[in-house]
């Protein structure tokens, strides 16, 4: 039970059911502002704005195969010469019997029936012969992809190379974008090592290695990884108070329970946080947590154990992050799920499973504080509490 629990203003945020707590995640933050790059620092980044082209593309009649553009009518056709790509576009239209030698890329003449391909032609000094194209053949016409102020790519798009590739094909030379959020990362916990094999009582830190490229992939920016013991009281409060302003979001790992060496939920209480979710009906992850301060940053708390750690990062994190950059929540794959699968009364459960394809199935080693099953699967089924096997469930990809 959560420290608040007396307060009726978090109960609508406790014990949240699963997907339930992603869309809370997703919808809580304004989206970051919005600034213009230059093409070549905007992959990984949001599309800010829609992106539409202020010309027709193609811009002009083009050869999409070497050949001899040909006029109107059956052949012979009479050369009438041979267009480039590169080369400013012909005036004169092409009467029937007319042809010209033309290479991919190059204007097409106007009057052009088709194109003939190079290897249907048989050629000598003046004239050309082949099978009559059929209309158009081999022919992009100007506007053929996409008229003159065609918006070709919403806002909240994630930019990858195409996306890069078409801007420029557009035209443009920067795009409107959202940054990355920063994310400052406290990883909590006395028992903890950062080097070496674990001793009696020690634990090697699994999380602060692990934590900055998942923010990655989420499509964040860790800005620092700190470590803050458990003693004495206070640590973490100091620690979040001294994470740099900058930082959209400080994700703390462990702390996130009610022992008595976790410090998370009283610093929240203490401070006048709102919040927005305050535990998640499933398993494992079930005292993830998210808050946001006064001061405007977000408060993600992940459980210590690893499995539980990344499961809660996929329910919370990767929604928070989507919403600060106004990308739309992710749909989630739904696949029929087959094997030998315990479900949890009231909560759902996350599980590593193998997909072929057309089914997905466990892939095992998923006990709370071991990976082995995560860094091995292709995904993280949401087992709802009442499944029944060979039913289909959500899938969170893991690659």
Same mark, same amino acid.
């Given at each position: 039970m959560s420290l608040l629990a007396a307060d009726p203003a978090t109960a609508s945020c406790r014990d949240v059911p699963w997907a339930r707590a992603r869309e809370l995640a997703h919808a809580a933050p304004r989206p970051v502002p919005v600034r213009h790059v230059p093409l070549a620092e905007a992959a990984g980044l949001t599309l800010a704005e829609e992106l539409c082209t202020p010309q027709p593309l193609p811009g002009f009649d083009t050869a999409a195969m070497d050949g001899y553009a040909v006029g109107p009518g059956p052949g012979p056709w009479r050369l009438r010469g041979t267009v480039r790509a590169g080369a #400013?576009?012909?005036?004169?239209?092409?009467?029937?019997?007319?042809a010209v030698e033309i290479s991919t890329g190059a204007p097409v003449p106007p009057g052009a029936r088709g194109v003939l391909p190079l290897e249907h032609a048989r050629r000598d000094a003046t004239t050309v012969r082949g099978p009559v194209p059929a209309e158009d053949k081999h022919i992009r016409r100007a506007g053929e992809d996409a008229p003159a102020?065609?918006?070709?790519?919403?806002?909240?798009?994630? *930019?990858?190379?195409?996306? *890069?590739?078409?801007? !420029?094909?557009?035209? +443009?030379?920067?795009?409107? @974008?959202?940054?990355?959020?920063?994310?400052? @990362?406290?990883?909590?916990?006395?028992?903890?090592? %950062?080097?070496?094999?674990?001793?009696?009582?020690? /634990?090697?830190?699994?999380?602060?290695?692990?934590?900055?490229?998942?923010v990655d992939a989420f499509g964040g920016e860790v800005t620092a990884v700190r +470590? *803050?013991? #458990? %003693?004495?009281?206070? $640590?973490?409060?100091? &620690? @979040? %108070?001294?994470?740099?302003?900058?930082? #959209?979001?400080?994700? /703390?790992?462990? $702390?996130? $329970?009610?022992? !008595?060496?976790?410090?998370?939920? !009283?610093?929240?209480?203490? $401070?006048? &946080?709102? =919040? *927005?979710?305050?535990? @998640?009906?499933?398993?494992?992850? +079930?005292?993830?947590?998210?808050?946001?301060?006064?001061?405007?940053? =977000?408060?993600?708390?992940?459980?210590?154990?690893?499995?539980?750690?990344?499961?809660?990062? +996929?329910?919370?994190?990767?929604?928070?992050?989507?919403?600060l950059t106004g990308r739309p929540l992710p749909a989630l794959p739904r696949i029929p799920l087959t094997g030998d699968i315990r479900t949890a009364p009231g909560r759902t459960r996350l599980i590593p499973v193998v997909w072929d394809g057309a089914t997905a199935r466990p892939a095992g080693g998923h006990r709370p504080a071991f990976l082995q099953g995560a860094a091995l699967a292709d995904a993280l089924a949401a087992v709802p509490p009442k499944w029944q096997p060979g039913e289909a469930v959500p899938l969170l990809l893991l690659s």
């Open positions: #400013d576009p012909v005036g004169d239209a092409l009467a029937a019997g007319e102020g065609a918006c070709l790519a919403p806002a909240g798009t994630r *930019i990858g190379p195409a996306l *890069i590739g078409l801007a !420029a094909a557009c035209g +443009h030379g920067t795009l409107p @974008v959202r940054r990355r959020p920063r994310v400052g @990362v406290l990883v909590t916990g006395d028992e903890l090592i %950062h080097t070496g094999p674990p001793g009696p009582g020690r /634990v090697r830190d699994a999380l602060g290695p692990l934590v900055p490229p998942l +470590h *803050i013991p #458990d %003693h004495p009281a206070g $640590s973490l409060a100091t &620690a @979040v %108070h001294t994470t740099p302003y900058e930082a #959209d979001v400080v994700l /703390v790992t462990g $702390s996130t $329970s009610v022992g !008595a060496t976790d410090q998370l939920r !009283a610093l929240l209480a203490g $401070s006048g &946080a709102r =919040w *927005i979710v305050d535990m @998640v009906a499933c398993r494992p992850g +079930h005292p993830q947590l998210l808050a946001q301060l006064p001061d405007g940053r =977000w408060i993600l708390g992940l459980p210590g154990n690893p499995y539980a750690a990344l499961t809660a990062a +996929h329910t919370l994190l990767a929604p928070l992050l989507a919403g």
